[in-house]
């Protein structure tokens, strides 16, 4: 059985195949459309969400299935014990996808669960967009090996899924930030990463853009935090520490070269990325949002044997 809680729950071989079969399924929907017939996913959110929730949740009808939605706070989850809840679960469900605040929960919830469990965002790591986001490179690009990925912010649960999924495909993975969101720091993959000569690190946008295929960016602050009075202040020094490095047509042009625009969304115009770019031809963030469809399927029917 197969978790999905990390990119590196994989391997890079599977993580390919993947990509290649979303594209496909995203061509030729109806070939899939009984392939999940009878199955349930179990969609458990303890954060808000609008492309996860609806990706899976038709997704899982366009294959055939059902999926069942519940928000932790309708659920026994904040009295029991994760990893029970999770094995209960899983004897109704066939697949769990879940939207955990902190990575020891949805650790805890898979470890008791007896089917395979994807991350739906957490403090850590984002895979199920990370899978849509280079599916979506592949689609616009023809082609993934090679292809330069900046990502430009802060170091957080996106970039770590961002980074892991573009050296598995093949590409250069460039982050650009002056420092990391604390507990998206994930040491193990840092040293694998650093070790890896198609990965780099810098602090200064001008030298991270040079031939950048792609430029990815995501939000300064975490969507658990954004109402949080006591995350104002840090809310507050974000917004001064990574103007610089906002996607806009001033930082587009120290490419050299096409690039594109990629965000998981959604996106805080004005802050990490200007609504002149956001909107402009080169942007792909809604072909990549509506991928995030496309991809789920092809990760479900993976985790399932279905591929
Ligand atoms: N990109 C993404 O995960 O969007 P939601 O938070 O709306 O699910
Ligand atoms: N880093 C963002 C991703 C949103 C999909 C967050 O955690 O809110």
Same mark, same amino acid.
């Given at each position: 059985?197969?978790?999905?809680?990390?990119?590196?729950?994989? *391997?890079?071989?599977?993580?390919?195949?993947?990509?290649?079969?979303?594209?496909?399924?995203?061509?030729?929907? /109806?070939?899939?459309?009984?392939?999940?017939?009878?199955?349930?996913?179990?969609?458990?959110?303890?954060?808000?969400?609008?492309?996860?929730?609806?990706?899976?949740?038709?997704?899982?009808?366009?294959?055939?299935?059902?999926?069942?939605?519940?928000?932790? +706070?309708?659920? +026994?989850?904040?009295?029991?014990?994760?990893?029970?809840?999770?094995?209960?679960?899983?004897?109704?469900?066939?697949?769990?996808?879940?939207?955990?605040?902190?990575?020891?929960?949805?650790?805890?919830?898979?470890?008791?669960?007896?089917?395979?469990?994807?991350?739906?965002? $957490?403090?850590?790591?984002?895979?199920? +967009?990370?899978?849509?986001?280079?599916?979506?490179?592949?689609?616009?690009?023809?082609?993934?090996? $090679?292809?330069?990925?900046?990502?430009?912010?802060? !170091?957080?649960?996106? *970039?770590?899924?961002?980074?892991?999924?573009?050296?598995?495909?093949?590409? #250069?993975?460039?982050?650009?930030?002056?420092?990391?969101?604390?507990?998206?720091?994930?040491?193990?993959?840092?040293?694998?990463?650093?070790?890896?000569?198609?990965?780099?690190?810098? !602090?200064?946008?001008?030298?991270?853009?040079? /031939?950048?295929?792609?430029?990815?960016? $995501?939000?300064?602050?975490?969507?658990?935090?954004?109402?949080?009075?006591?995350?104002?202040?840090?809310?507050?020094?974000?917004?001064?520490?990574?103007?610089?490095?906002?996607?806009?047509?001033?930082?587009?042009?120290?490419?050299?070269?096409?690039?594109?625009?990629?965000?998981?969304?959604?996106?805080?115009?004005?802050?990490?990325?200007? $609504?002149?770019?956001?909107?402009?031809?080169?942007?792909?963030?809604?072909?990549?949002?509506?991928? #995030?469809?496309?991809? +789920?399927?092809?990760?479900?029917?993976?985790?399932?044997?279905?591929?």
């Amino acid at each position: 059985m197969t978790n999905f809680l990390r990119v590196r729950d994989v *391997s890079s071989d599977a993580f390919n195949w993947m990509i290649d079969q979303a594209i496909a399924i995203k061509a030729n929907p /109806d070939k899939w459309s009984d392939a999940l017939k009878g199955k349930t996913l179990a969609m458990i959110f303890q954060k808000t969400s609008t492309r996860t929730r609806f990706s899976f949740e038709a997704g899982m009808t366009e294959l055939g299935g059902h999926a069942i939605f519940a928000q932790t +706070q309708h659920t +026994q989850m904040g009295i029991a014990d994760i990893s029970d809840e999770g094995k209960v679960i899983s004897r109704y469900a066939d697949l769990i996808m879940a939207r955990m605040v902190y990575n020891r929960d949805l650790v805890a919830l898979a470890d008791g669960s007896e089917v395979p469990v994807i991350n739906g965002c $957490d403090d850590r790591y984002h895979p199920a +967009q990370a899978l849509t986001d280079l599916m979506t490179v592949k689609e616009k690009l023809s082609r993934t090996k $090679d292809v330069k990925v900046v990502y430009m912010g802060v !170091a957080n649960n996106v *970039s770590n899924s961002l980074s892991m999924a573009t050296i598995y495909a093949g590409g #250069r993975f460039t982050l650009c930030t002056p420092e990391f969101d604390p507990p998206a720091i994930d040491e193990e993959q840092l040293a694998a990463l650093h070790a890896n000569p198609m990965y780099e690190e810098t !602090a200064d946008p001008v030298v991270a853009m040079k /031939d950048a295929d792609v430029v990815y960016t $995501d939000t300064w602050i975490n969507m658990e935090h954004f109402s949080n009075p006591e995350y104002a202040a840090e809310k507050e020094r974000r917004v001064a520490t990574f103007q610089p490095y906002q996607v806009n047509e001033n930082l587009l042009k120290f490419s050299g070269k096409e690039t594109l625009v990629m965000h998981c969304l959604p996106a805080h115009k004005g802050y990490e990325v200007n $609504d002149t770019v956001l909107y402009t031809p080169n942007s792909v963030i809604f072909d990549q949002a509506e991928n #995030r469809l496309h991809a +789920q399927k092809a990760l479900m029917l993976y985790l399932l044997g279905k591929l």
